[in-house]
């Protein structure tokens, strides 16, 4: 494709996770780019909570995806180093639940020789312990025997983390074995303090905070952007190349665009609580249930200081009776219910939110019987989240293309944001401008594709002071910010 001018423009339309992601590899490798949000700063969106390294939460996703959400993560480990919170995660299955651990056991160990084939091409992929740790099983005597002990100040084996839930859960609510896998969590706050951290260091990466996306047209070569900012301003933009990095409204820029796309939106919510008597380091904890019943799976994910994010998918938690929501052939932007839409607009009223809340504290409690005693912290986690085609059990996703210049970021987990990102570089042919010579260009190498100063250069403590900032600004708690 040829261009207007010798070095092409990226525009980025949304900064979520996908498209602060993007703009971050752009800005990176020497492209000039545009990144255009209509918030009021950077990866604003969904409850992240969890790195998704083997997909070991949806028993219902099929092994391939299991392996690509492994590497994925294992990629956006090496890309954002300081925002893991590095514990391993349980999986237990109730007794009233019609499935088995051990159903699991032979998918864990695909995952888990996929993981070494992955340490074996590259040693720097061991990011998440030891391949031969990947998982591992505990029986009820194992759990029995570890409830007599006293858990240490840091954790060091996964022996250690497992007491608290040794001691704590009823043990007798469960079936055996109980999988302690090495999934981490993930702070999307970390994540956002990255992002801005990252981009504040590179001029050729031009932000647009407050400023909503008005109409986009094709042009002979490359797009016209039209934007209004929260002042009110036009801004009329150029591009050569037009990222569609908008998470759930995906849609809305596919119908300014004129290419029409399948997908399902889904509004979730999470909620945040504090265990005021916990004074121990808990792993994460998913307790398998079915989807969208009163037993729908329970997760409860430790911060520090007692706080704990919850979900619960059941219909009055965290899913919405009425929040999966299609395309049609009108529009390839599926329509959220007035009162859905409302909440990702406005927030929420301070009635439902405690309602839903205690009502998640209830849903844990089942398995914890000390967790009743958990209290209300702060509003929801909520947002939406986009699924390209109509599979809703669909987790791997990161990138499409139509031509030659328009590429629609569809990440459904966050940790696929990095492939999307490498795969828009790798189809469009980017050229490094290097700093000793901008007019100098080569073709991007493999290598060169991992290589980013910048990010990997940033320190934990700054990560997290700007994190605790973000986190505040908001308004949640900055236990979520903190590394736990």
Known sequence: MSHTT????????????????????LAEHGADVLLIEKGPSL??????????????????????????LLKQSIDTVRYFPHTLNVRPTIIAVPKDDSGSAESLIN??????????????IDPKNKVLGEPEDYYQLYTKSDLTRLAKSTQPLIPMTTDDWVIPFAQHVDLDNLKFPVIVVQEYGWSLFRVAASAALTLERYPNCQIHLNTELKKVSKQEQGWHIQCTNVDGEQLSLNADYLINACGYETGVIDDLADYPRERLVEFKAAYVTQWPSCQQKWPEVIFHGVRGTKNGMAQLTPYPNGVFQLHGMTEDITLFNDGLVTSSVYSSQPMLPVRLKAKMDSGWTERVAEERTD??????????????TAERLGKPLYGAQQIPGDNVTLRAADVSFVGE???????VKGSSAVEAAKKIIERWGLRVAHQHDVHQHDYLSNDQLTQHEVTVSLNAEQVENRAVELAIQRNYPPELAKVF
Request: proline share 6%.
């Open 43 to 68: 990866v604003n969106g969904p409850p992240i909570c969890h790195l998704h390294a083997g997909g070991n939460l949806y028993r219902e996703i099929p092994e391939d995806q299991c392996k690509e």
């Open 405 to 411: 210049d328009y590429a629609r970021m569809e990440v």
């Open 107 to 120: 998918r864990l160990d695909s995952v888990s020789n996929y993981y070494q084939e992955l340490v074996d």
């Open 359 to 372: 009502k998640a504290i209830r849903h844990l409690s089942r398995f914890i019987p000390e967790y009743s």
């Open 6 to 25: 010798a070095k092409p423009v990226y525009a980025v339309i949304g900064a979520g996770i996908a498209g602060a992601t993007a703009a971050m590899h």
